[in-house]
């Protein structure tokens, strides 16, 4: 059986597509780059699938080989245009980090249940993002999304809640704590760089979710 290579799926896919001008834009790419590179795979998008609590639509359902991978995917931008290959891009001002980041762990959590409820499968969780206040170290350490933090080489794992200086109105549809079962430490990766000024660089959080629940 050929595993799928997620990382190395991605850098090949910068190399094609190093800008895209949405997240739906980003799901469909990933998931036609893999039905390329494994045409006997089954893929679909958005597949609805039974957890605990919730149906959850995956944004990227693979089988390969008979083993399912679930991959959710986040795509969050600062303010930026390029010309791509004379194709245009004009990315929003995404700066609300914090629901970003609660948003990501969320879906981990989701991609666990998968995991969790089918011993076979494989799960990732992807945030692609050329904002660097997602990757760098916060300036300050007491804020009210401390715990979703994602800066690079923080390890994360257990019961994520907002501190009690949240406001309403920033957790609203977001209350709930997010508790992750397995154990995973931030690895930030390059996806791609356009020769350009502002917000031009454009890296990955990948969190394996099989190998998270077997580290914990």
């Not at 699938?49 to 931008?77: F, R």
């Not at 992807?126 to 300050?140: E, S």
């Not at 401390?146 to 800066?151: I, M, N």
């Not at 907002?162 to 920033?170: H, I, V």
């Amino acid at each position: 059986m050929d595993v799928i290579d997620i990382a190395q799926t991605l850098v090949l896919l910068g190399h094609s597509r190093p800008i895209f001008h949405s997240e739906a834009d980003f799901q469909d790419a990933l998931g036609w780059h893999l039905h390329s590179a494994c045409p006997s795979a089954t893929i679909r998008l958005e597949m609805p699938v039974s957890l605990l609590t919730e149906v959850a639509h995956i944004d990227l359902w693979v089988v390969q080989d008979g083993v399912p991978y679930a991959i959710e995917l986040k795509y969050k931008t600062r303010d930026f245009a390029f010309i791509w290959e004379g194709e245009s891009f004009r990315l929003k001002d995404q700066i609300a980090q914090d629901i970003g980041r609660y948003d990501f762990l969320k879906d981990c959590w989701r991609v666990e249940q998968v995991v969790s409820a089918q011993p076979l499968s494989f799960g990732f969780a992807i945030l692609l993002t050329n904002d660097t206040g997602y990757w760098n170290p916060p300036q300050q350490s007491d804020t009210v999304e401390a715990a979703f933090r994602l800066h690079e080489g923080r390890s994360v794992s257990g019961d994520l809640a907002w501190s009690p200086r949240a406001s309403a109105g920033t957790i609203k549809g977001r209350e709930g704590s997010i508790h992750l079962t397995g154990l995973y430490t931030l690895h930030w990766a390059d996806y791609s760089t356009l020769r350009t000024t502002g917000y031009s660089t454009f890296r990955y959080l990948c969190l394996d979710v099989r190998k998270g629940l077997e580290a914990a």
